[in-house]
């Protein structure tokens, strides 16, 4: 016969499993604990299995039953109570000699968490001590707060409270005192309070330390996660700000954390909502496993394995997000769902909260939820208004690894303390306050500038092109040990979850140590990279407008075309071709209109008044939007041209010179991202020396020009563009060199080429400065 234990008089197995628990006890065991002396408290082990001693007494409830106990253990329970009620006396007292009960402020400590309840000073009163009421304090802001000693909330969690909404000042503090702003005080149910299970706290660069439920531990210790500790963040970025090596690894446990604290401040504070515990570490799971698709140098990838695919026929695009659901599942299927409380339905919805859901798209009916928990899927990836949590960690993430210091100037938690739902325009959907707009701003802001600066910075368009060449040259030779031990391009590791999981930054030093001479190619590219002799930028421009009909392809021919040497060379032409790179620069804020143009993110964010609830949820006309912060544009586009071979850089430099001139109107003037000396210098193949070519009066009195042609008597024919004529540079040689002999005061002058042995001539400080 199988041995049991009472709970609360009622016969139950000593060992219960976590399935067992929820059919017996729906609200679970919060709480439970024994009927002897020690009163102690039982708590499952790591799997959520319940261990009972057999014969003895437990109880659920938050009084000790009297029933069940000796007589020594009721007046050892009744001295406990006196003494709680005699140091709520001390507090009264203590308050009244204060004078007039001034109201309870706390400084920034002062707030709703959701990891083991509130700052300890402010929680309210636990069930089972004296009762309190907002009635029985009507002078007072905010309840009063726990006489516990310190530490004991730490030790037992299940007695932990909502605080509510604390206000930063006594003249608010005391406008609110005829109202209850603190919500309806109740105890957090034990579905919906991740930190009593087990589970382990890690530390992070930016969150400090994170919690993850066993779960997401589990899950965290597989190949399909582990590969991420060798996948760069930032990918080809490192090569700019040497900082930026942190990875995928530690930015998905960061989402993770963000995505349990926003849930949970939800379940908390709008418990009407019905967000239940399977809901809490579906999106958790599902921000923790955003980011196991990608392959090496993240984003990087997509475009070679696309650029492959379409090179042999034309079919759809792939995208990191299908391989990170498709590793999802190939996870789940290893592990006992049932165990955790999860079903099938809740795998389905894991995956939606990873791919997203666009405004108005149909809510699918195989997640088990209704559409009233639409919000949840927009925690992950926000296709409303770009607001997730995915966002707020690389923000911070990324600008720690390359300015060193985070430049998002809005505190995280504040932000996700602002959030609440409301059903608006028809959907539920994840609202801020009002006063939030401004730093909802900045963070769009921040965005913008990592992609100007960082993410799409020129050095990085040019190292990302040398990456994607040598995987591109390496993929028919590097093979991948795929399903089967069967040997696979990396390439084809998108069809394969098995070979997939082998790929990472590793390939790029395991393909520049191989043997293999087929990859002498690729290997010479990576040569350039480490001896930074990278692709050379020809030059940039702006166009006036975010939206051109002009395409990638389209300007490429239009360069081709201006190329004059290649009109009866064919094989000219196709060298140009192979060297010449034509790419895209798109910022904007990470919004757009209906027609496709960049707006405000701020129009389609939905903000609610904490004050006035009556009105609901509402956008902000542009009337209230702030002038200040306010661009008049929310998108540019440039256009970068770079060339693989640095010898045809003259050609295809002119070439892009006369498209700029054809296509003017459609140009704008850039705000300049770094220092135009090298350009605007004279050297060969540069813009000045060109202009120079074409007119001696644009430079009139500059003091470099005799220095210049005294170099190009010594310089070959072909030193500027279209052979000009020698006679110009002979007739200014003598003049230059009187010039060069009467200026005292000049503080720089130029090494000749053989002097130095290089081929451009570089500047050298007189000693008249040292």
């Known amino acids: 016969m199988e041995e049991t234990a009472l709970i609360d008089g009622v016969p139950v197995p000593c060992v219960m499993a976590r399935n067992q628990v929820l059919v017996l006890f729906p609200r679970g065991l919060a709480g439970l604990r024994a009927c002897d002396g020690s009163q102690a408290f039982v708590f499952p082990d790591d799997d959520g299995v319940v261990h009972l001693t057999p014969g003895a007494a437990y109880t659920l409830a938050l009084q000790m039953p009297t029933t069940t106990t000796t007589r020594y253990q009721q007046q050892q329970y009744q001295q406990q109570q006196q003494q709680e009620e005699q140091n709520m006396a001390k507090y009264r007292c203590t308050r009244q000699e204060a004078g007039s009960w001034a109201p309870i402020v706390g400084a920034p400590r002062v707030g709703t968490t959701t990891g083991s309840g509130a700052v300890e000073e402010f929680l309210f009163r636990p069930p089972g001590g004296p009762a309190f009421s907002?009635?029985?304090?009507?002078?007072?802001?905010?309840?009063?707060?726990?006489?516990?000693?310190?530490?004991?909330?730490?030790?037992?969690?299940?007695?932990?409270?909502?605080?509510?909404?604390?206000?930063?000042?006594?003249e608010e503090e005391m406008r609110r005192q005829t109202e209850d702003l603190s919500g309806e005080l109740f105890c957090c149910s034990p579905e919906i309070r991740l930190n009593e299970r087990p589970g382990k706290l890690i530390q992070d660069r930016v969150h400090e330390y994170v919690f993850l439920p066993m779960i997401a531990i589990r899950i965290a210790d597989t190949l399909e996660f582990q590969r991420l500790r060798t996948l760069k963040q930032l990918g080809t970025a490192v090569y700019l700000y040497p900082g930026a090596t942190h990875t995928r690894f530690e930015h998905s446990i960061g989402v993770a954390h963000l995505a349990s604290e926003m849930v949970n401040h939800i379940s908390i504070c709008q418990p009407e909502l019905g967000i239940t515990r399977a809901d809490i570490l579906s999106v958790t799971i599902?921000?923790?496993?955003?980011?196991?698709?990608?392959?090496?140098?993240?984003?990087?990838?997509?475009?070679?394995?696309?650029?492959?695919?379409?090179?042999?026929?034309?079919?759809?695009?792939?995208?990191?997000?299908?391989?990170?659901?498709?590793?999802?599942?190939?996870?789940?299927?290893?592990?006992?769902?049932?165990?955790?409380?999860?079903?099938?339905?809740?795998?389905?919805?894991?995956?939606?909260?990873?791919?997203?859901?666009?405004?108005?798209?149909?809510?699918?009916?195989?997640?088990?939820?209704?559409?009233?928990?639409?919000?949840?899927?927009?925690?992950?990836?926000?296709?409303?208004?770009?607001?997730?949590?995915?966002?707020?960690?690389?923000?911070?993430?990324?600008?720690?690894?390359?300015?060193?210091?985070?430049?998002?100037?809005?505190?995280?938690?504040?932000?996700?303390?602002?959030?609440?739902?409301?059903?608006?325009?028809?959907?539920?959907?994840?609202?801020?306050?009002?006063?939030?707009?401004?730093?909802?701003?900045?963070?769009?802001?921040?965005?913008?500038?990592?992609?100007?600066?960082?993410?799409?910075?020129?050095?990085?368009?040019v190292t990302d092109y040398m990456v994607s060449d040598v995987l591109y040259e390496a993929d028919p030779y590097f093979k991948i040990r795929g399903k089967d031990g069967q040997l696979i391009r990396?390439?084809?590791?998108?069809?394969?979850?098995?070979?997939?999981?082998?790929?990472?930054?590793?390939?790029?030093?395991?393909?520049?140590?191989?043997?293999?001479?087929?990859?002498?190619?690729?290997?010479?590219?990576i040569k350039r990279i480490n001896e930074r002799d990278l692709y050379t930028v020809v030059g940039m421009a702006l166009f006036a407008r975010y939206q051109v009909r002009l395409t990638e392809e389209s300007i490429q021919e239009e360069i081709l075309s201006y190329c004059l040497p290649m009109e009866d060379n064919p094989e000219w032409r196709d060298a140009v071709e192979a060297t010449l790179i034509v790419s895209f620069i798109s910022i904007t804020f990470g919004s757009s209109d209906d027609h496709g143009i960049p707006d405000d993110p701020i129009n389609h964010v939905a903000f609610y008044n904490p004050k006035n609830m009556e009105f609901g949820a509402f956008k902000l006309p542009k009337?209230?939007?702030?002038?200040?912060?306010?661009?008049?544009?929310?998108?540019?586009?440039?256009?970068?041209?770079?060339?693989?071979?640095?010898?045809?850089?003259?050609?295809?430099?002119?070439?892009?010179?006369?498209?700029?001139?054809?296509?003017?109107?459609?140009?704008?003037?850039?705000?300049?991202?770094?220092?135009?000396?090298?350009?605007?210098?004279?050297?060969?193949?540069?813009?000045?020396?060109r202009?120079?070519?074409?007119?001696?009066?644009?430079?009139?009195?500059?003091?470099?020009?005799?220095?210049?042609?005294?170099?190009?008597?010594?310089?070959?024919?072909?030193?500027?563009?279209?052979?000009?004529?020698?006679?110009?540079?002979?007739?200014?040689?003598?003049?230059?060199?009187?010039?060069?002999?009467?200026?005292?005061?000049?503080?720089?002058?130029?090494?000749?080429?053989?002097?130095?042995?290089?081929?451009?001539?570089?500047r050298k400080r007189s000693r008249s400065l040292e």
């Open 490 to 525: 990396m390439s084809e590791c998108v069809e394969d979850e098995e070979g997939f999981c082998q790929l990472g930054d590793w390939v790029w030093n395991a393909i520049a140590a191989s043997g293999d001479p087929q990859l002498a190619k690729a290997q010479s590219i």
């Open 286 to 461: 599902a921000a923790l496993c955003h980011d196991i698709g990608h392959g090496p140098f993240s984003h990087l990838f997509e475009h070679v394995v696309n650029r492959i695919r379409m090179a042999k026929r034309p079919q759809h695009l792939w995208h990191h997000e299908e391989m990170s659901v498709r590793l999802l599942r190939r996870i789940l299927s290893r592990l006992n769902l049932s165990s955790y409380g999860l079903t099938e339905e809740d795998a389905h919805f894991m995956e939606l909260c990873i791919s997203g859901l666009a405004p108005r798209a149909q809510w699918p009916n195989n997640i088990g939820r209704p559409p009233s928990k639409r919000f949840l899927v927009d925690i992950v990836a926000n296709k409303r208004n770009g607001i997730d949590v995915d966002k707020l960690d690389y923000f911070l993430r990324d600008s720690l690894g390359c300015y060193g210091r985070a430049a998002v100037d809005v505190h995280v938690p504040r932000l996700l303390s602002a959030c609440k739902v409301i059903c608006f325009e028809g959907e539920y959907q994840i609202c801020f306050e009002e006063k939030m707009a401004l730093s909802l701003g900045d963070i769009f802001n921040v965005r913008a500038k990592l992609h100007k600066h960082a993410y799409q910075h020129r050095i990085v368009k």
């Open 691 to 762: 202009r120079i070519t074409e007119s001696l009066s644009t430079f009139n009195g500059d003091e470099f020009l005799p220095n210049l042609f005294q170099l190009s008597g010594n310089s070959r024919q072909g030193d500027f563009p279209n052979n000009e004529p020698q006679q110009m540079q002979q007739s200014q040689h003598q003049q230059g060199s009187t010039d060069e002999n009467t200026s005292d005061n000049k503080t720089e002058q130029y090494i000749k080429p053989e002097e130095n042995g290089d081929e451009r001539p570089r």
């Open 623 to 689: 009337r209230r939007m702030s002038p200040l912060f306010s661009p008049s544009e929310y998108g540019e586009k440039l256009v970068i041209v770079m060339v693989r071979d640095r010898v045809f850089m003259d050609v295809v430099a002119a070439a892009f010179e006369t498209w700029k001139e054809h296509n003017e109107r459609h140009l704008g003037v850039a705000v300049p991202t770094h220092n135009m000396r090298k350009e605007e210098s004279p050297g060969k193949g540069s813009t000045m020396a």
């Open 134 to 170: 907002q009635a029985s304090y009507p002078r007072e802001g905010m309840r009063p707060p726990s006489t516990r000693e310190v530490g004991y909330y730490s030790q037992n969690r299940n007695n932990s409270f909502n605080l509510g909404k604390a206000c930063s000042t006594v």
